[in-house]
């Protein structure tokens, strides 16, 4: 067994809602461990600055039910340089901090990755992030409370929509990812999605319009992901308004409302389960690792694996939206 004394554990990133679940698990199961905990404030500026404070059990009090993250969190342009990097290893030596358990997406894994190639310092990763995009992992952190959160909007947008009869554009979060859009437009009974994955294979637009787009119906909403690729839904209102200007076309951009709100009991599970096996993996001399859940299973996917921006989104479920939209 590894002999790690001290952990220190942090955010970075867009926050995403169930993170401060997992700082809960990961600073519970670490003390029921025999070990110390040290919150690092800020994301990696934290390491930078030297912000961190240790970590008892009540720090992490009545906080599983909060969206955002007690440890806050930042996308920290000196860890990007080796100098910052330096630094932030120097004060994890100077804070007796053994290994480190970092809860994020892509850039922060990616930070995470880089960190540990040049520092002998164990890493678990936690995938906090509301866009589901990191590869090995079925869900990430905060992606079933946004999709919620989707769900609930498109909801109100409905009645509008279908009161004046018009075309809604709304877009959702995702960068480039459209796990949030697809599923969202599932969970709403939207017409359609307008997702990068598949941008280069088809127009979705003209897709669209050909089967039979509006034949039966008087409002129409389509969840368009954000992505420079896709326009966003500002981009296909504008495409819609040009060519078909019989459309009465409002566009709604979700935006940071997507990341915020009380976690959903799937999140509060979730990075519970994935908290609790951060420090079971470092435990187990894992490092340079992010903890994933396959079938659910939690499995232990390499931080190059699973930051390689490839997870492929199930294409079946785009012909189920456009079967259930006739
Ligand atoms: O990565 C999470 C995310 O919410 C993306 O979906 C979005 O593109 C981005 O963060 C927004 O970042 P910021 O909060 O810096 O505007």
Redesign the pocket.
Known sequence: MANIKCIGILTS??D?PGMNAAIRAVTRTAIYNEMEVKGIYRGYRGLVTGEIVPFKTNNVSNIIQQGGTILKTA?CMEFMQLEGRKTAYETIQREGIDALVVIG???SLTGARIFAQEYNIPIVGLPG???NDLFGTDTTIGYDTALNTIMECVDKIRDTASSHERLFFIEV???D?GF?ALNGALAVGAEAAIIPEIWTEVDQLEELIEHGFRKSKNSSIVLVA?SEITGGAMGMADRVKQRYPQYDVRVTILG?L??GGSPSATDRILASRMGAAAIDALMEDQRNVMIGIQNDQIVYVPFSKAIKNDKPINRDLLHTLRILSI
Do not use: P, V, W
């Open positions: 990133g867009g995403a996308r997406g892509d850039g992030t509301i866009d979060m995702g960068r990812a949030l954000e940071h997507q990341r």
